[in-house]
């Protein structure tokens, strides 16, 4: 679990400050919850008109406290609850008043999220009030301060959605290459899924030959992780295509498919829309029900257009049932609190210490191993080796020593210098792509064909020296038990790296067998372990020798 102090810390602090303040204990009781779920997840439209209504009330409450930052969260809340009841002209009014606050916020610079989602919400009103270039125009003020990449390609999403109502569809198509073209798309089923099913319905309506491939691509992908919503869109646009098509008997397939999922989902929008769908295609009973559901929704809007009646009264026999407390209850919650702050704070402080003394005392362990293995080197280069070179040297004026005798003073002196390379320790001034590149490549000969991939993608400057030379020695460890063992003429280390983390897979063709964990496969193990990474070994006779690491 992660603990986030700052956060602690500041609710510690939030409750010293506002402890003796009985008017905001009461606006911050467990009221506050339900409040919540009122605007976003509510169980009926009435739900909306109550949370709305405390909201737009709490905001001027936290303005008279000068609690900036807890007025922007009510009034944003206040903005989404508008949204939902159709109500967008008070939306887009109460955004544009909540974008001021951040403006004069003395921390408005830090409310990043907040901006973007008050921009895409102001995107989504512009788009339902069919203000198109509006629409893109804010998306695209959005772009310009997102710095997440989900964030960007939600509203580079959003702005080809508004293309295609347009049927602007060469705009479209545009934009939504743009998000398919970004690498870290495929590492997010959901969005990979989205934008490769509106690009799909884009190329379909180009008449295009890629349309069926991506729409059935991205209906794949929804099936494997089950996302609803996703299924009814894909099957949606599956019949469209067809129908465009005059292939009226698959248009019908996926167009009672989206309206099962509709049925699934509950939401009588989906739903009505799979019926006009059907109706489009052949005429049944289902006009019927198509019928029922547009009567429907068009009553609930004119619901919509009497709420302030309605809202007054719920919200007052509400804030009856809620804000009425004892002093003495109070009391006794703030002090409950205020024990239970105290007591997570002290153990999350000594989990923090605990964990990072355990951090320290692995590094350093394996810092001790290194610096050993680098005095064991030197001292065979600088002994040793040097030693035998010096036997060598007299030896070979000598007529009396025997040739062969040479040749394996030769031998030793080589395999010396190969020991004491080995367990030397890297120069980090030198270049490490280059030096990883070496130490596998050296393997390269005339039977053993070395292939690597992706090192060059890694950014190894962001990698600590420490995890660098773990991977440099394990990958050293493997190559060196390929070359004594394995009998392989094929080798390859392919690498790849995802944010911080860096995953390296290493595979032979050799003769494999079952895996016993000699002392080379066991120091692999304990130098990953000691840098909080993982390793796995898989291995079959005559089937080769893979291992799989991340760091």
């Known amino acids: 679990m992660k603990i986030n102090y700052s956060s602690l810390f500041f609710y510690f602090l939030f409750f010293l ?39 737009t009330e709490r905001v001027e409450y936290t303005l008279s406290l000068k609690d900036t930052l807890e007025s922007i969260n009510s009034l944003r809340m206040v903005t989404i609850g508008q949204f939902e009841i159709g109500d967008f002209l008070e939306s887009e009014k109460n955004i544009v008043r909540t974008l001021h606050l951040i403006d004069e916020f003395k921390y408005g610079d830090t409310l990043i999220e907040s901006k973007l989602g008050l921009y895409n919400q102001l995107g989504r009103i512009y788009r339902q009030s069919y203000k198109y270039q509006n629409a893109i125009d804010i998306y695209g003020q959005a772009l310009l301060i997102s710095k997440n990449l989900g964030d960007s390609i939600t509203l580079l999403n959003n702005i080809a959605n508004i293309y295609k109502d347009l049927e602007s569809y060469k705009n479209a198509y545009d934009q939504y290459q743009t998000i398919l073209e970004k690498p870290e798309i495929t590492s997010d089923s959901f969005k990979y899924a989205m934008a490769l099913d509106n690009l799909g319905y884009v190329q379909s309506k180009m008449d295009s030959a890629d349309a069926l491939y991506n729409l059935g691509k991205s209906l794949k992908i929804r099936q494997v992780i089950n996302e609803v919503p996703g299924l009814f869109s894909s099957y949606k646009n599956l019949s469209i295509y067809h129908s465009d098509r005059n292939d ?4 019908l397939f996926y167009a009672n498919k989206a309206y099962d999922i509709s049925k699934k989902i509950n939401n009588s929008l989906f739903s009505l829309d799979a019926l006009g769908l059907i109706i489009d295609l052949n005429k049944d009973d289902k006009m019927k029900i198509y019928k ?38 109070e009391k006794e919650k703030r002090q ?3 024990y239970q702050s105290l007591g997570i704070l002290i153990i999350s402080i000594s989990l923090f210490l605990y964990f990072l003394l355990k951090s320290r ?12 293995e680098n005095k064991i080197s030197k001292k065979i280069h600088d002994e040793v080796a040097n030693d035998v070179y010096q036997v060598m040297t007299k030896l070979q004026s000598d007529p009396n020593v025997k040739e062969h005798v040479l040749d394996d003073l030769e031998d030793i002196y080589s395999k010396t210098r190969e020991i004491s390379k080995e367990r030397g320790v890297l120069d980090f001034k030198n270049d490490f792509e280059e030096a990883l590149t070496d130490v596998l490549l050296r393997h390269n000969s005339d039977t053993v064909n070395v292939v690597t991939k992706g090192i060059s993608s890694v950014q190894w400057g962001t990698i600590s020296n420490l995890k660098k030379t773990t991977i440099y020695k394990i990958l050293q460890e493997l190559m060196i038990n390929m070359s004594k063992h394995s009998q392989a003429s094929l080798v390859v280390v392919s690498c790849s790296q995802d944010r911080k983390k860096i995953n390296i897979t290493y595979s032979d063709n050799g003769v494999g067998g079952d895996i016993k964990k000699s002392n080379g496969l066991q120091n692999v193990e304990t130098r990953i372990e000691l840098v909080d990474g993982s390793i796995t070994f898989e291995s079959e006779i005559g089937k080769g020798f893979k291992a799989k690491m991340s760091v």
């Open 336 to 338: 409950k609190l205020f």
């Open 361 to 372: 005392h692995k590094k350093e362990k394996l810092q001790e191993v290194y610096t050993t």
């Open 292 to 329: 029922k559901l547009r009567d429907s929704i068009s009553k609930q809007k004119q619901l919509n257009e009497n709420k302030n009646a309605f809202l007054k009264y719920n919200v007052e026999q509400e804030r009856k049932k809620t804000e009425v407390f004892k002093l003495s209850e």
């Open 248 to 251: 009226n008997v698959k248009a």
């Open 17 to 55: 400050y506002y402890g003796n303040n009985e008017i905001y204990a009461q606006h911050n009781n467990d009221s506050l919850l339900y409040y919540y779920n009122t605007i976003v997840s509510p169980k009926e439209k009435t739900d909306l008109l109550i949370g709305i209504q405390f909201y």
